[in-house]
């Protein structure tokens, strides 16, 4: 049976996107073990954990690109199990876009007014000039004013500086008009300068939209989060507010906890200094 129920969260706040007993195999290989998660609307929902973890193998479960061994995903209530990665972006859960060698002659403002007319059905107009269509162009302009690039909006990506590029990812993935945004890694990269902008623009996002955000910078997790899911070996360690996080002893043990005098196991030395893969 599918029929949509409306599931209650933490607090009595509605979930959005609920993974349920998420098992993932590779061969002999158990990347996920029986990981479920739930994202409450307007969630700042970080997920944490050593190299290894299974975090982007989740990320992949939930996005689609990959189909669970076991379990079930269900999206506003409905079940997307065995839904295609682009019926998920349809229902609203996208995920933060890698620029590819498309985008690359392309400027910011001609990148974002081509995902606004596919989301507005328009696809192929888009090419059209874009005072042909004042709603596209309208709102093309709030997402450069939002995300900080009215400066270079007409400078071909490919020449942007790597900060205003990861702007851009999140921008295009918002002009997609997203209920549930996963961003995997948004500073992962970025020089210490460019930092804080993206930073900021990360705590700016809407409200309403339900965010869960894989990082290893600890600083933004924490500025950033209200809700923690810590995995570790593919299963979840610990789920709880970053308060609770922090002072959890056993997730120093595994994962924070290595400025201290804990012996590291030898999988979680990028915890502060960015991943070595997404
Ligand atoms: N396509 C694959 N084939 C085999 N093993 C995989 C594959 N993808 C991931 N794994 C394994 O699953 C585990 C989790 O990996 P991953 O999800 O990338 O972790 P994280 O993103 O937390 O670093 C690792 O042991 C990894 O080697
Ligand atoms: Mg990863």
């Known amino acids: 049976m599918n029929a ?3 599931k209650m969260g933490l607090g009595g706040a509605e979930v959005v996107l609920s993974a ?6 590779f061969g002999g290989i158990t990347a996920t073990g029986n990981v479920s998660l739930d ?3 307007g969630a700042r929902h970080a997920l944490i954990g050593p190299n290894g973890a299974g975090k982007t193998t989740l990320i992949n479960l939930l996005t689609g690109v990959l189909d669970p061994t076991e379990g079930r995903i269900t999206l506003e209530g409905e079940d997307i199990t065995r839904l295609a990665p682009h019926q998920r972006v349809h229902r609203g859960m996208v995920r933060t876009f890698q620029i590819n060698q498309l985008f690359k002659t392309m400027t910011p403002l001609e990148t974002l007014a081509l995902v606004i007319a596919q989301q507005k059905g328009q696809g192929a107009r888009w090419w059209k000039p874009l005072g042909g269509d004042a709603a596209v162009a309208e709102r093309a302009e709030q997402l450069l004013e939002t995300f900080r690039l009215s400066e270079v909006r007409n400078q071909r990506t490919e020449h942007l500086a790597y900060g205003k590029r990861r702007l851009l990812e999140i921008a295009i993935a918002l002009a997609c008009e997203p209920r549930v945004l996963l961003l995997d890694e948004p500073v992962a990269g970025v020089p210490a300068g460019e930092r804080e902008e993206l930073l900021q623009t990360v705590a700016a996002l809407p409200a309403d939209v339900s965010v869960l955000l ?4 600890m600083d933004l997790v924490f500025s950033f989060a209200n809700r923690m899911t810590v995995l570790v070996n593919g299963t979840v360690l610990t789920e709880g507010s970053p308060e609770q996080i922090a002072n959890d002893p056993q997730v120093r043990a595994v994962y924070l906890g290595h400025g201290d005098d804990h012996h590291d196991a030898g999988n979680g030395t990028n915890a502060a200094n960015g991943a070595s893969h997404g």
């Open 214 to 217: 894989i990082e290893h910078d």
């Open 20 to 25: 349920q007993n998420l098992v993932k195999r």
């Open 4 to 6: 949509p129920s409306r």
């Open 39 to 41: 994202l409450t609307r």
